[in-house]
């Protein structure tokens, strides 16, 4: 029996097995897809690398601090009326810049006395200039105003005189020295240039102007790297013995955003420094102002020079430019001020990579002013 009962039993068990319903099968698990190891963050590869790394974010800082910028306010509001009033006046050969080197190379809008159509083109904005040149002859030099003591040139020769690139000068100037890095390579380039000259309410003609700035490097690649733009404005009413200048805050580029674009440009400055045998000696500011009275050029030479030396205030004034001018240290205080980079213009990466010290508004007066020597002997109609 007990071997049938263990048959038996042995039987019952596999009914129960057949009778049961199957157990349920576990679902597979999902499968995850191989996930690749985050990159490496870049770190710099050297010393000079990494201090240029952190000099470019801090001067990328310093282009936006509140303090940087009130007292750059504060520098263009120190400029008077009176002081540009005395440098145009004393300047006639300026109307005839305007005309023969700047009416043809930047934007200028010309509103007539009395209304009718704006004035744009250069031939007619010189033809406009004539006719009321003569008009303000035969009224015996007025040119509007109501009164205001605007010399003996008259108003609208004030404005024509100013309607140019030396108008901002004191504006370059301050940006220059606020936002010049020579170890960095940085510098101020105009990109575009607009002025409108107002007539329509003869007791209150006006000036008014404004520039599209770059603030610049030389990136990774040996061109142009763009870290920020802004816009300076300038306006000038003789009837209100009113000067205004103003910069906006500066917007940074796209570039500026991505750490790998700074840290690639920092690669370059700190292989470029090594190549030059240079410690960041700092390319020197515009040297001097060029000095001469532009013989060849005459008055109008001269007047070239001149504005150079606006455009740079307290570089070189009368010198032979030797490249010395000192480099800008960083914006301090104001969330790092870069590496300093001073230098005394004798070397160093500045030396040999420096764009310029001066705006691309202030190269182009050179090129001007060769030209001006034989244009002048066309330009008698003019003055």
């Known amino acids: 029996m007990d071997g049938l009962d263990a048959l038996l039993a042995e039987a019952a068990a596999e009914r129960e097995v057949k009778r049961s319903p199957p157990p349920p099968v576990a679902a597979a698990a999902p499968r995850v897809a191989p996930v690749a190891p985050p990159p490496a963050s870049h770190q710099p590869s050297s010393e000079a690398a990494s201090e240029l790394h952190a000099a ?25 009326y009176a002081e540009v009033e005395e440098y145009i006046v004393a300047r006639p050969e300026l109307s005839r810049y305007t005309l023969s080197a700047e009416v043809g190379r930047m934007s200028y809008t010309v509103f007539p006395s009395g209304g009718g159509s704006p004035v744009t083109e250069p031939g007619a904005i010189r033809a406009y200039y004539a006719r009321q040149s003569g008009d303000a002859g035969r009224d015996g030099g007025g040119g509007g105003g109501g009164g205001v003591a605007a010399s003996s040139c008259g108003v609208a020769e004030l404005l024509w005189r100013a309607a140019n690139q030396s108008l901002f000068g004191e504006v370059l100037g301050s940006l220059q020295e606020a936002w010049l890095e020579p170890r960095l390579s940085t510098c101020v380039v105009a990109t575009a240039s607009s002025l409108r000259l107002d007539f329509r309410d003869e007791t209150q003609p006006r000036l008014d102007a404004s520039c599209e700035l770059a603030v610049q490097t030389l990136g990774a690649s040996d061109e142009p790297l763009v870290l920020a733009t802004t816009q300076v404005s300038v306006s000038l009413s003789p009837a209100r013995r009113e000067l205004r200048q103003a910069v906006d805050k500066p917007r940074l580029a796209t570039c500026c955003i991505f750490d790998e674009r700074i840290l690639e440009t920092a690669e370059a400055m700190a292989r470029w420094e090594a190549a030059s045998g240079g410690g960041g000696g700092g390319g020197g ?15 109008l030479g001269g007047l070239a020079a001149g504005i150079g030396r606006l455009m740079r205030p307290g570089r070189g004034e009368g010198e032979g430019g030797d490249g010395s001018g000192g480099g800008g240290g960083g914006g301090g205080g104001c969330g790092g001020g870069g590496a300093g980079g001073g230098g005394d213009g004798a070397g160093g990466s500045g030396g040999i990579r420096l764009l310029s010290s001066l705006s691309a508004i202030g190269g182009s007066v050179a090129s001007a002013a060769s030209g001006l020597a034989q244009e002048s002997a066309n330009l008698g109609q003019f003055g």
């Open 285 to 299: 500011g515009g040297g001097g102002g060029g000095g001469g009275s532009g013989e060849g050029g005459g008055a």
């Open 56 to 80: 470019l974010k801090g001067y990328i800082a310093h282009l936006l601090c509140p303090d940087a910028l009130d007292a750059l306010s504060l520098a263009l509001a120190s400029r008077t």
